[in-house]
């Protein structure tokens, strides 16, 4: 019951999480409006948070690229992209692609072929060859990758594009994303529609679960590319030297993920996808789980180096003006690779364009895809974007049903993650770097200042509240302090709950600590709260939990439990400033027994730990289908193929699960 409640009340926090102005810290006058202006965005704490950490880490990268002057010295960089951009795939099974043609359909210029291949053994990937009857033998061929749409490849404004590189002498090979045309990774029979919701929440929801492995839902979306490169490999019509992928939206994310893994493309025309993480972070923040390689920015890494690791080969930065993938990234992005390409006396294989537009394919952009790849794979010709006859839905279906899952019930993602699932047994030095590791907790901020804004009262008891301002300035945290004045033992507990410091003022274990003899103190973690921000909205969210959170935290190496746990350290601090010689206990309230139980694995100021309705993660949620995404949220990414709740609890003394 306490887990629904949590859900429901994640889902209306993050619309209202505004409280009354009498019990707001940040309000000093009761009913007023907030009097403290620097504060007036406090609660985008946990954006900044991560963003401020971002910042920093692509800073650095930014002086690395600096110093690279010579073809040399890119050579050496591309060297290392290689190697260390994205992890091998060699944990991914290389089976038989067991590719059917599930049918033909014939126009006067082409035929269509729908086939069926395994990427994985029983994991089936949809797809179309579109071979133009006049053509070169063997063919240029470009890749189609879809963006975010249920229809995949099928959308009318997907095929204007594939039928004109056709009917221009290009075989085109499309295949559906995961999530995405007859690749529905939930769907359910009955309704005909996905269980979890569309593309993009289908990849968060399947995204944040194999995140708990430390594996990033964009592996599964590069080895579909990579397996249809194999595909192609063994169609006689394809001329393997000339082959080019481009997409836009997600499906430039697709273009370029894949580009930047396999060599056997050779022109990448991403669309409506190259940015930089500096300007997306300060813009619309990151996307669905498949934009965000694991821990990326932490080891390094940003957008232009998917297109550095392929230089010299010909890319194509495709954008418009008004896109919410910023512009001014994109530009960043093309004079950045410009130094790549020039070190290795190929300029102009690197290009830019631009049209105006918001997120879409405009006129003038498909004719410039059109053109970069006459040129670039050899086959000149008319550029001129021409009106299609689009094929129906149905028409396009490679199996019988419209779904794999209801065709040829094989694996799914859920399922894949499950299998190369494996956990690593660590000795008690190596369990503690990597919980220092993965959570990316630092225990670096310093209690500056605590500042007192107001009281109020309850039916029983008076509540003094504080921010707590610390030396990096980057938030204050939201505190309520209840004193106990009828007794002098010289206790104060922690008290913390997921439903916030407001909960306090109800909870009727209070009282009973307060009978002990107890001051108790409680806070808003960042994104908790005050610390919760209404207007933070993404694509992925999943039934109301925020995982662009998620996913942002571990791109820049972080958690959402490890920054909790940094602010419990500035409680802990507080209480030893406000309270110099108490004994400290703690008590948690749902699932920030994972903030807490990582903060005293790490530091032995708590006396003693309670936690009331403990989350106690393991491997139920690699084998749960439908986990709770609330729970997710508050797991370490990563951490289940090396710890668990049990193994972090043998490190903390003096606790007790309630």
């Known amino acids: 019951m306490k887990r629904i409640i949590f859900l429901i009340f994640i889902s209306i926090s993050i619309i209202a999480t505004g409280q009354n102005n009498s019990r707001s810290v940040f309000n000093s006058n009761k009913g007023a409006e907030s009097k403290w202006l620097l504060y007036k965005n406090n609660n985008q704490a946990l954006y900044k948070i991560i963003t401020n950490e971002a910042l920093e880490l692509l800073d650095a990268r930014e002086q ?56 994985h053994p029983g994991f089936y990937v949809t797809a179309a060859m579109f071979i133009p009857k006049k053509r070169q033998k063997p063919a240029p061929t470009v890749i ?42 939930y769907f359910d029979a009955q309704s005909k529609k996905s269980n979890i919701g569309g593309p993009t929440t289908e990849h968060s929801y ?164 059109y053109a970069f790849f006459q040129k670039h794979l050899n086959l000149p010709g008319d550029k001129t974007d021409r009106e299609i006859d689009p094929f129906s839905l149905e028409e396009l279906w490679a199996t019988s049903t419209g779904q794999v899952s209801t065709s040829h019930k094989g694996e799914t993602v859920f399922s894949l993650n499950k299998k190369y699932y494996t956990k690593e047994e660590l000795d008690e030095k190596e369990l503690q770097e990597k919980i220092i590791e993965l959570s990316g907790v630092q225990f670096q901020r310093k209690l500056k200042s605590a500042v007192f804004t107001g009281k109020f009262n309850t039916k029983n008891y008076e509540v003094e509240k504080y921010f707590l301002e610390n030396n990096t300035n980057d938030y204050a945290l939201p505190v309520y302090l209840i004193r106990n004045n009828g007794s002098s033992s010289g206790k104060t507990l922690i008290f913390l709950s997921s439903e916030g410091k407001i909960s306090i003022t109800e909870n009727k274990q209070i009282d009973q600590y307060l009978k002990e003899g107890f001051n108790i103190i409680s806070a808003d973690l960042p994104g908790i709260g005050e610390l919760a921000d209404p207007e933070f909205k993404g694509d992925g969210f999943v039934k109301g939990v925020p995982f662009n959170y998620t996913f942002g ?93 049990n193994d972090i609890i043998s490190k903390v003394k003096n606790i007790s699960i309630e």
């Not at 975010?148 to 994303?177: C, M, W």
Request: glycine letters at 6%; hydrophobic letters at 35%; charged letters at 20%.
């Open 64 to 119: 690395h690229i600096e110093t690279l002057q010579n073809r040399q010295d890119w050579q050496n960089y591309t060297n290392f992209l290689k190697s260390n951009m994205f992890p091998p795939l060699n944990k991914f099974e290389r089976a038989s692609l067991n590719a059917k043609i599930t049918g033909t359909l014939e126009r006067d210029n082409f035929k269509v072929e729908k086939i069926v291949f395994e990427s």
């Open 144 to 185: 189609y990758c879809s963006g975010h749409t249920e229809l995949g490849f099928r959308s009318e404004a997907y095929q204007r594009i594939i039928i004109n590189l056709v009917e221009k002498g290009f075989i085109v090979f499309s295949f559906d994303p995961i999530g995405q045309g007859e690749r529905s990774q």
């Open 206 to 369: 399947a995204g944040a679960q194999t995140l708990l492995t430390g594996t990033s839902l964009t592996e599964y979306f590069i080895w579909d590319g990579v397996r249809a490169l194999d595909y192609l490999e063994t169609r006689k019509e394809v001329d393997m030297k000339r082959i080019g992928i481009t997409g836009r939206s997600g499906g430039g994310t697709q273009s370029a993920m894949i580009a930047a893994y396999d060599d056997r493309i050779y022109a990448a025309a991403p669309e409506c996808y190259i940015t930089n993480y500096r300007r997306l972070l300060q813009s619309i923040g990151p996307q669905d789980a498949e934009q965000n390689p694991f821990r990326f920015i932490k080891n390094g890494f940003d957008h232009p180096d998917f297109i550095h690791v392929r230089v010299p080969k010909p890319t194509l930065i495709v954008t418009t003006t008004h896109d919410f993938f910023s512009q001014q990234g994109a530009r960043e992005t093309y004079a950045e690779v410009q130094k790549s390409y020039s070190a290795f006396g190929k300029p102009d294989n690197i290009q830019f364009t631009v049209d105006m537009g918001t997120h879409e394919s405009t006129k003038n952009n498909r004719e410039t895809v």
């Open 553 to 645: 935290a571990q791109l820049v190496g972080k958690s959402i439990p490890g920054i909790q746990a940094e602010a419990i350290d500035l409680l802990v601090q507080f209480v030893q400033q406000s309270f110099p010689s108490s004994i400290i206990e703690a008590a948690t309230e749902g699932d920030l027994s994972t903030a807490m139980i990582i903060y005293a694995s790490q530091k032995k100021e708590l006396n003693k730990i309670h936690l009331h309705n403990a989350l106690k993660f393991d491997e139920q949620f690699i084998e749960t289908e439908y986990y709770n995404p609330a729970d997710a949220y508050n797991i370490v990414p990563g951490s289940l193929s090396y710890f668990n709740f």
